[in-house]
Structure formats: structure tokens, C-alpha cells
């Protein structure tokens, strides 16, 4: 019972395989070309076999041994890159007499180097019809923009053609058989398009010349030459560069469909660097946009060196990761508050996605198809309106930008005016204090010559004059008289130098020609000294003097100014003290400062003379007691010595009880030793 039913099964297993095989074998028998039919795309018609030596003939090929391994093809031919010769066997028959006779069979893709259709006719004689790119598209049997045999079936009986087809750049087959009229109807139709295509591209090539010749902008060039080998890269792919540009030139047919895509992606790189700024915005993608534009023209250099070859499955894969990076930069672009970089994003990834296709056709990865062989065209020209697209919002931005730096010239222009008005102003403000100033000069000037004129006129006066009386009548005159006269003249002269020596020092101090020399000065010896050489002129007003010193006090001053500013404040105080008055004379210190003090028992000041009591050749309302001179310079040159060695000088009156002066300069630091060297102790 078991054996019978493993009969059965068996039985039914040899069936099932019988009808698979019967089934298998249909796909690649007879093609029955049926009345009616005008298209017959070849997917799964042919036989193949594989030579991988290369060298064996149609004799070889018809030789049995040869003709049992050929094997059924379920699919169009791909088989990437290879050195193999792949021969095809396709058997044809019509179905009926009233079946179309003329067959034209269509190839794809033209850059196939050598295709050979053998078919033998009744007499045994063997026909044979070569295509390929390297044929001049001049000696083509048919010329078509793809390879094109003619096939004439006479009869009814079975017809085998032999294909064979050999290329140093990717297999991949599909075949098409059309009749006459269909084919000429599709090739219309086809053209037709292509005409659409090519306008797009002429068109985004014009109007981006425009672009070029009205902005002058680097990226615009770059687009321009994409657009030039985007065009050039379509006309190759559908064979129109071998059809209408170098029909006598095979070289040039064949070498294109390898060095167009480097050129292409090169350009495109250069175009993503210029266009979206990638230098300033990024630069280690532009180093790394860099590498790569160095090596696509290393594989440039290598494809026109003859090594195509070689090395064309591993330019394919450089080339997909190459292309494949355009798209996060161009995105990442647009995040960063770009705009346009978007849109180019939009345009790389039609691009992209229809050069992805061809390497993997080329691969063997990807049948061949409508979409494989033409989607390059659609995604090229989809690319090239995107780009014009981001290059107009581009230069709506620079327009922005350009009415945006316009305003903030304009702005600025104004603000410049408003300044360039106010320094005008300023300056004359300037000019005019520098003239007010003029004129306070010269005013000094006058008054200094006036002062000059008439202070040192009575002095020279009396000196002239005793001088002459004592040259004339020194007989007539007793000894003590003519002392007297000596000193009188003494005296004018000493008035002489203290008006000269006054008028000096304020030159000296205007001009910055003071110099100050800092030293350790004992206050209390030299106001010592000072009153010593005032003595006299004390005695003749019958002033008493009050002398309160502390010897302890040195300061850091100049002695020589220091001198000045003792002098005129002590003769300041004889000046404008009456007869039998005192004058107190201190000497000090005060938090850090070393204070010498003159107080007097004159008229004082009233409070308008104090507010311009230090300003130079000051009037004011008190006169000196004996008709003394006084030029107006003498508080001015204390104030500014004072001041330049960081001193300060105070003035404390009252109208009617007095004035009290207060000159503070900086302590000098004195050790014991020091001391008794400055003391002479």
C-alpha cells in the first residue's frame, strides 16, 4: 500500500517537473510574431551565453557543444562591468502569412562598443550587421540615435539571430522590435521630447547667460557650465552628441558617457561651494568639497589616459557617495537660515535620484527600463527650472540686501552729515574761542607793554634822575645824602627786576618753558631768608611781623619756586598793610602737606574781588598802602606755581579785617640723618 501511493507521488512529481520544465523552455522559445503586432519589447526572448574568453566566432557559437549551454534570459541583459563577450540567440517566426514582414530591431544604450547580428540566410550563407559606439554614426547602416538592425522575415519558418555584444564600459541590453511604421510613429513622438528637453535646458542656459552678464556672479558661471554638461551628458545618453555633433569622431562618442559625469559633479560642487558660501559658512565642508573636486580630476585625468576600463566601477561608487553629499550640506544650508540652500536641495535630490539610476543600471543592479534610460533627462531638466528658481530667490536676497545697505548708506550719510555739521559747528565754536582767545592775548600783550611802559617808567625815572644829581652835584652833596641816593636808586632797580622777573615767570608758565625741579626745601628756613631780604622795606612802614615756625616741615618743591611764591606773598602783604600793623608769617603741616600761611591786617577783599583774585592782571578794589607798585601778575604765578607742584593755594578775608594766605605743598618723607644735614645740625 505504501509502495503504490510513493508510486503515485512519484508519478505526480516527474509531471509537475515535466510541465515547469515545458513551461521554462516556452520562455525562451519561438517568439511568434502575431498580424497586428508593432511592438514587441524582447524582455524575456532571449538565450545567453556567456563568453568569457571573448575570442569565439558565430562557428564556434553554432557548434553544438556551444549551442546546448545556452540558457533561457528571464530578463533584459545586465551584467555590470566585464570583459565577457555575451552572445544572444533569438528564434522568430510569423505566426501567420498576413504578419508583418520588415521588423526593425531597436537597442539600448548606445554606449555599447561593439554589437553584431548574425542571422543565416536559406542559401547558408551568414548575414551579419554591426553596430556599437565605435562606429562613426556616418557608416551606421541605419541612421539612428540608437543602434538599429533590420530584420526581413520572408517566410513563415523560424528565424534564429544571433547577438553578440561586447564593451569595456557596463552590459546592459533591452532590445524592442517595431515594425516601419510604429517605429517611425514612437521615434516622432520621442523626439518630440527630447526637442522639449533640449528647449528647457537651451532655455536655463540663456537665461542664466543673462544672469551672468548682468550680475557677474562666479555662481551663476558655475550653473552655466552645469547646464552646458547636464546638456551634453543628455545628448550622449540618448545619442545625439555621435547623431549631430561628431558623427565621423567614434573616440569622442565613446569617451563621453565616462568623463560627462565627472565633469558634471565636478561643476556641481564648485556651484554648491560658491553658491551657498560654504568657505565663510562652512568651512570644513569646503575643505572637504575640496578633496573632492581633487579627486574628481584625478579620475578626469585617468578616463582621457585610456584607463577607463580600470577603474570605472570604482568611479561609479565615488561618484554615488559624492553626489549622495550634496544633499545634507544643501539642507543643512537651509536650516542655517538660507533659504535658496532648500530649494537647490529640492533640485539635487531630482538629480540625485536620476543619476542614481544610471550607476546602478551600470551596476547590474537595476533592470533596464523606460525609467533607468530617461529618467536622467526628466531629473536634469527638473534640476535646471529648480536651480534658475533658487538663483532668482538668490538674487531677490542680494536685491534685499542691496536696498538694505542702500538705507544704512543712506542712514549713515545722514548721521556723517549730521556729525560732519556738528564738527562744523564745533570747529567754529573752536575758531571762535581760538579768536576771543586771540583777542585776550593781545589784550595781554597790551597790557603787558602798558604795565611794562608804565611801571618801569617811573623807576628809570627816579634812577635817571638821582644818577645825574649825584654825577652833577656829588661835591655839593654830604655823604649821607648821597647814600641815601644809592639806595633809592637800589631800590628802583630792585622794583625794575621784580616787574621784569613777574613778567617772565607768566611767560614761562603759559609756554610750558618752567622747569621744576624737585627737591627736599625746609620750609621754615627759607621763609627765614625771605624775611631777611624784606627787612628793610618792613622797617619803612613800621611793620611788626608775628613768625610762627615749625621745623620739622620739609617739602618736595622746587626751591626757586618756592622762593617766588614766598616772595610775592610777603610783598603782597607789606604792600597793603598800613604803618604799625602786623603781619603774621606761619609755617606748618597739614594731613600730609607742608602749610606756609601770610596773614595781614590790611583793608581785605570783598567777595567780587575774590572770585577773580588769582586771574592775571587783576584790579582790584584795595591799592598798596605807600603807593607801591603792583602789577596784577603776583597771585596769578603763586596759583600756578602752586598747582604744578601738586600744591594748592587759599585765600580767607574778610572786607575790613584782613586777608589770610595759605599756600599747602606735598611733605617730603626726611629720615633723622637727612634731617640734620638739611637743618646743619
Known sequence: MH??????????????????????????????????????????????????????????????????????????????????????????????????????LEMMPIMLDDIRMYRRGKDGSMEI???????????????????????????????????????????????????????TETSDYIA????????????????????????????????????????????????????????????????????????IILVSSLFITSFLQLKETMPFFYKAFKVMQVMVLIFIALILAGYNATIAEFVQLVSLVQVICFLPICFLAGLRGYPPGYIVCVASVSWVVSIFLLPLRNLGILESSW????GFQIGSAMEAILLALAQAYRISLIKKESVDIQRQLLKISQQAEYELEAKVQLRTAELDDAVQRMKLLDKEKDDILGIAAHDLKNPLTSIIGMSDLLRK??????EEQQQQYLERIS?????????????????????????LSAQTVDFGQLLRDIIQQYESALKAKNLHTVVDIDSSVFVTADLNACIRIFDNLLSNAIKFSTAEKTIWLTISQHNGMGRFEVRDEGPGLSSEDQQHLFTKFSKLSPTPTAGEHSSGLGLSIVKKLSEAQDGCVRCVSTLG?????????????????????LTGT
Not at 631800590?491 to 622747569?515: K, P
Open 192 to 263: 518630440s521630447l527630447m526637442g522639449i528637453y533640449y528647449g528647457v535646458m537651451l532655455a536655463m542656459i540663456i537665461y542664466n547667460a543673462i544672469l551672468l552678464i548682468t550680475y557677474r556672479d562666479i555662481s551663476m558661471f558655475y550653473y552655466l557650465l552645469l547646464s552646458f554638461g547636464t546638456l551634453a551628458a543628455g545628448m550622449s545618453i540618448n545619442g545625439h552628441i555621435g547623431m549631430f555633433i561628431a558623427p565621423d569622431w567614434p573616440w569622442l562618442v565613446d569617451i563621453m558617457p565616462a568623463l560627462l559625469p565627472q565633469l
Open 371 to 374: 525609467i533607468t534610460d530617461y
Open 3 to 104: 509502495t503504490a501511493r510513493y508510486r503515485r507521488f512519484f508519478i505526480f512529481a516527474l509531471l509537475l517537473l515535466s510541465f515547469l520544465l515545458k513551461g521554462l523552455t516556452a520562455q525562451a522559445a519561438v517568439t511568434l510574431l502575431e498580424k497586428g503586432e508593432q511592438k514587441i519589447p524582447l524582455h524575456n526572448n532571449f538565450q545567453l551565453f556567456e563568453d568569457t574568453t571573448g575570442k569565439l566566432d558565430i562557428q564556434d557559437i553554432l557548434s553544438p557543444e556551444i549551442a546546448r549551454q545556452f540558457k533561457p534570459l528571464s530578463k533584459n541583459l545586465s551584467a555590470g562591468y566585464s570583459e565577457s563577450a555575451f552572445w544572444l540567440r533569438l528564434d522568430l517566426q510569423r505566426s501567420s502569412a498576413d504578419s508583418n514582414k520588415m521588423w526593425l
Open 129 to 183: 550587421q554591426r553596430a556599437g559606439d565605435h562606429i562613426a554614426f556616418s557608416q551606421q547602416q541605419i541612421r539612428h540615435h540608437y543602434p538599429i538592425f533590420k530584420l526581413y522575415l520572408q517566410d513563415t519558418e523560424t528565424t534564429t539571430v544571433y547577438l553578440r555584444i561586447q564593451s569595456t564600459s557596463s552590459v546592459f541590453f533591452r532590445a524592442i522590435l517595431w515594425t516601419p511604421n510604429k517605429f
Open 473 to 478: 652835584m656829588r661835591h655839593q652833596i654830604s
Open 491 to 515: 631800590n628802583s632797580g630792585q622794583r625794575m627786576m621784580h616787574i621784569v622777573t613777574n613778567l617772565l615767570d607768566v611767560n614761562a608758565l603759559e609756554s610750558g618753558h618752567f622747569h
Open 657 to 677: 579785617a584782613g586777608t589770610s594766605f595759605m599756600v599747602e605743598l606735598p611733605l617730603a618723607t626726611v629720615s633723622p640723618t637727612q634731617m640734620q644735614v
